[in-house]
């Protein structure tokens, strides 16, 4: 995308070859799209927005815009026509689009779905703008972004809400409405945004549309057909996002490029991973930097909110060695135990521990997606303890070696969300959390499912069970829902945020619980 646009007030500019230009050499080797053949939208009967806009990667001074034209969200090009497409924009300082700020025109270009990923720059930090686009003689949904504070700013507060595991057939979108209302600065979503499966694999509510997903089609239409949701698309137009995933948007469980169990044949499975990382890069608002190149796709970055909060979004599915013990439930064994076992990668590893002892925010905050508490799934003592491979226990060395980074370089505050496991805990974490004698170095707050899993229930059967033989856990809960968290210079607040029904329509919300951690004190207390 390009660096600068033509920003003046009043009426947007007409695109010149030079804009145009400047977005196809932005698309890092895919053919450079010409005005020459790049003509607005011509289509009369269907909206071209109809996956509607959203925005997000922000940072101080610039922010992504994001839409992808589809008039038949389902059809193959979502029933686009093999040409590229003419897309103007307008960024505002009022929901009425009336005082436009910045103005332009992009190539939505079948070679990347007919999506649109515009980078704004030389905004003013730490405000609010509208933004919308336009085609022949459709406009887009109004959707509202922000900037982050300057890096030096002295950041008083922050509330955004931690949120992951959508599956589209298992339930409604319920907690999107109810997160809709919520005075939020930003969404930090955790991974499982679709689900590949079959339609009817997992069906309890709607149905997934085709087969399993494996090409590139098969991914831009389930994309497609999540975003046909309206309460998901509401909460895009609400306020930027800041992504990642995990492993249903390419294959469950997959671990860089060994695909799932049952699917072994690898040069397969590169392809299809290829395939899916495109179509994740078409779908969210990311930045070019992040376009795939050779198969592979850039998704580690930080963000920082004034001197407040620091966040590292990981990567824990394109580097990692494969699970040991079968990917089941395990003991911490010499497999689980082995140095060369890695979730991050060695260069994302330096990459995030440089980060962290450079960072001079009050609060640092690890987004990434398995589970790092070190839980006995098993919970039967004195039975032997077994700890899920596919999760952080599955690497133990590398887990144990980050966190006593933690507090050998006494990084400030750690908060890790994670996602994944479509239930809410939140865990007091230790160099090894076998050993309860050692101190707290960091808190892990694990947000719930939007959906997955269906409607869920309160509490495990065995609860108690499970609490007696983790005392790590500080609370668990199975229920849908999302975490709130507001953060200041002094306290870090999460609030469960549950819903008590996705199955059926008419689903409330409550607040579950609530806890915080102290700047300065690791360890969690009731608010």
């Not at 939505?108 to 980078?119: D, F, K, Q, T």
């Not at 497609?224 to 492993?247: G, K, N, S």
Request: proline content about 6%.
């Amino acid at each position: 995308m390009p660096s600068k646009w033509t920003v003046r007030r009043g009426a947007p500019p007409q695109p010149t070859r030079r804009t145009i230009l400047s977005y196809g050499a932005a698309t890092l080797g895919l053919p450079l799209f010409s005005c020459a053949t790049a003509r607005p939208y011509a289509g009369t009967q269907a909206d071209p927005f109809s996956l509607g806009v959203a925005s997000g990667d922000p940072d101080s001074t610039s922010v992504v815009l994001w839409t992808r034209l589809a008039p038949e969200p389902l059809a193959n090009d979502g029933g686009m026509p093999n040409a590229s497409v003419l897309v103007q924009w307008d960024l505002a300082h009022d929901d009425r689009m009336r005082t436009i700020v910045a103005t332009g025109a992009v190539i939505a270009a079948p070679e990347l779905g007919h999506s649109v990923h515009v980078e704004v720059t030389g905004l003013e930090p730490d405000r609010w703008y509208w933004y919308r686009f336009r085609t022949g003689t459709t406009e887009s949904p109004v959707g509202r972004t922000r900037t982050l504070p300057a890096p030096q700013a002295a950041a008083a507060r922050l509330s955004f809400v931690a949120a992951s595991c959508q599956s589209f057939e298992q339930g409604l979108f319920t907690a999107y409405g109810h997160m809709a209302k919520e005075d939020i600065d930003l969404i930090v979503f955790l991974g499982d945004y679709i689900y590949e499966y079959e339609k009817g694999a997992q069906g309890k509510v709607r149905s997934h549309y085709g087969g399993e997903c494996k090409t590139l089609q098969d991914y831009r239409t389930r994309y497609a057909q999540y975003r046909t949701d309206p309460l998901l698309r509401r909460m895009h137009e609400r306020c930027p996002w800041i992504v990642t995933f995990d492993d249903h948007e390419v294959a469950n469980n997959y671990a860089g490029g060994i695909p799932a169990k049952g699917e072994r044949e690898l040069a397969a499975f590169a392809a299809r991973r290829a395939a899916a990382y495109q179509a994740y890069w078409e779908n969210m608002p990311l930045r070019a930097s992040a376009l795939p190149r050779s198969a592979a796709i850039s998704l580690y970055r930080a963000f920082t909110w004034g001197t407040l909060a620091e966040f590292f979004v990981l990567d824990t599915r394109q580097f990692r060695t494969d699970q040991p013990n079968g990917d089941g439930v395990s003991a911490i064994n010499s497999a689980a135990l082995d140095p060369a076992a890695t979730m991050l990668g060695s260069t994302q590893k330096d990459w995030l521990k440089a980060g962290l002892k450079a960072s001079a925010a009050k609060w640092n905050v690890l987004a990434q997606q398995v589970m790092m508490g070190m839980v006995d799934q098993h919970a039967r003592p004195p039975a032997p303890a077994r700890y899920k491979m596919d999760q952080w226990p599955g690497y133990a060395h590398e887990r144990m070696e980050l966190a006593r980074f933690l507090a050998e370089q006494r990084v400030q505050n750690p908060i890790v969300l994670t996602g994944d496991i479509h239930s809410a805990w939140c865990n007091e974490l230790r160099v090894d959390d076998r050993d309860m004698s050692t101190p707290v170095v960091a808190t892990e707050f694990v947000t719930t499912s939007i959906s997955s899993g269906g409607d869920g229930a309160d509490a495990p059967k065995n609860a108690a069970q499970l609490l007696a033989a983790n005392p790590l856990v500080k609370f668990h809960n199975l229920q849908r829902g999302y975490l709130r968290c507001t953060v200041t210079r002094e306290q870090w607040r999460s609030d469960y945020v549950v819903v008590d029904r996705v199955e059926k329509a008419g689903g409330q919300s409550s607040t579950r619980a609530s806890l915080v951690v102290n700047a300065g004190d690791p360890r969690v207390h009731p608010a």
